[in-house]
């Protein structure tokens, strides 16, 4: 059953209240010989356990609200004519119905119900001076008449206190319930605005990106087309061919893997990536995938030395790990300057197998290591002008973790770095 409205939880409230007054008074009016007044408080509580039935069981709560006004002023109205009229407690209790009427009525009803009742007390007071022999005084003596007054301003007082009380409750209530909402919608909103700013900030930097990749993709393009130029319109001595050859291929390379990257980057931002965790053992794997980079080091005058041995079986994607390695040990040469070392090894680490790349390069300055594995777009130059653009840590990064693995460093300015990449052991 859906939750109740505020105004019928008043209602069914005063519901309660009223069967209760009407339930105390009926035995007083038979003790003081007011029979009628009795009975009519008899039959007005079984009237309201009706109304209560309707508003709170069969969730009719404004028919009901309606017949409890009629049957107010009606009750109101012969407990005038039969308690004594204006020298009874009939004011007091004309008030305690639009009070009571007042705190149950939409809004939009006062206009009907509000009228309607000081039209009919001050008709009744009319009618009552204009011909008084049809409000006889019922009260035996005046100890009676003080008892009753009592009496009905007691159970007025209860009835305004208690419904006063479960207004404030409620009011209190539902205070704090639009206080929490309007938290939680300030809290969403300050989460939209940071996503906006993340976004923002985000698509500055991919534009920034972009901007890179189109300026380095035309850089080799335009040397290659320069290169062939002069080699169709003036001959060359070997050792120029051989220096401008050299630099193209440095070029070509630095540019084939900033494609590469920014591909797999690109899939794993559109699609996602395809992920197949399999049984893998790295430490064979890693001397097939290295040979390109020993070709480089060899090149560059760095001595790259793998050290491993035995099996270190761990779960895996094939492919991504590929590129995770390819992309650390990639950085590792690119700064470190000739005659230093590049060292990939592994190691067992708890339920884990490590991968460890070191190298003796020129490390990582401290202002950049927050924000080493963020897409900041802007071009990094190795020691021999090797160029990147900041994109291959950031997928070490995203690509380990995709693969339930975790990546770590530890690196200082003039000393070098070591870069960890952990992954499950297989069974584990």
């Not at 105004?7 to 035995?27: D, K, S, Y």
């Not at 440095?250 to 591909?263: C, G, K, V």
């Amino acid at each position: 059953m859906d939750k109740f409205t505020l105004e019928e939880r008043i209602f069914n409230t005063v519901c309660v209240f009223t069967f209760i007054a009407f339930l105390l008074q009926a035995p007083y009016n038979f003790a003081i010989g007011l029979a009628e007044l009795g009975w009519l408080c008899l039959v007005s509580s079984a009237v309201i356990l009706v109304l209560y039935y309707y508003s709170k069981i069969r969730r009719k709560p404004q028919p009901a609200i309606t017949w409890f006004c009629i049957g107010n002023n009606v009750a109101f109205i012969y407990n005038y004519f039969y308690n004594s009229g204006i020298n009874g407690p009939n004011a007091l209790l004309f008030a305690l119905s639009i009070f009571v009427m007042i705190t149950i009525i939409p809004k939009k009803q006062y206009i009907i119900w509000v009228p309607l009742n000081i039209v009919v007390v001050l008709s009744l007071i009319f009618i009552e001076l204009k011909y008084p022999h049809l409000v006889p005084m019922l009260y035996v003596d005046v100890p009676t008449r003080a008892i009753d007054f009592a009496m009905t301003y007691f159970v007025t007082i209860v009835l305004i206190f208690l419904s006063i009380s479960y207004l404030r409750k409620n009011y209190e209530h539902e205070r704090l319930s639009v206080e929490k909402r309007n938290e939680a919608i300030r809290e969403q909103n300050e989460q939209i605005l940071l996503q906006k700013s993340e976004l923002e900030a985000s698509n500055s930097e991919k534009d920034r990106l972009f901007s890179i990749v189109a300026h380095d993709v035309r850089m080799p393009l335009s040397s290659i087309q320069g290169y062939l130029e002069i080699l169709n319109g003036i001959g060359l001595e070997e050792e120029e061919k051989q220096l401008i050859e050299g630099q193209l291929l440095q070029i070509t390379r630095d540019t084939s893997e900033m494609l590469m990257n920014l591909l797999s980057w690109s899939k794993a931002q559109l699609n996602g990536m395809s992920i197949k965790l399999k049984p893998m053992d790295v430490n064979a794997t890693l001397r097939d995938w290295l040979k390109v980079e020993k070709s480089i080091a060899a090149k560059k005058g760095i001595r790259l030395a793998i050290l491993t041995a035995g099996q270190l079986n761990i779960m895996a994607d094939h492919d991504m790990l590929h590129l995770v390695v390819r992309n650390l040990v990639s950085n590792a040469l690119k700064f470190t300057p000739e005659g230093g070392e590049v060292v990939i090894s592994t190691r067992y680490r708890e339920s884990n197998g490590v991968i460890v790349i070191s190298d003796n390069g020129i490390g990582i300055a401290k202002d950049k290591q927050e924000t080493l594995f963020n897409l900041k777009a802007s071009a990094t130059y190795g020691t021999n002008n090797e160029k990147g653009i900041g994109l291959g840590l950031l997928l070490c990064k995203e690509f380990t973790e995709q693969q339930g693995g975790s990546i770590w460093y530890e690196s200082r300015s003039g000393t070098g770095s070591v870069f960890q990449v952990a992954f499950r052991l297989e069974g584990v």
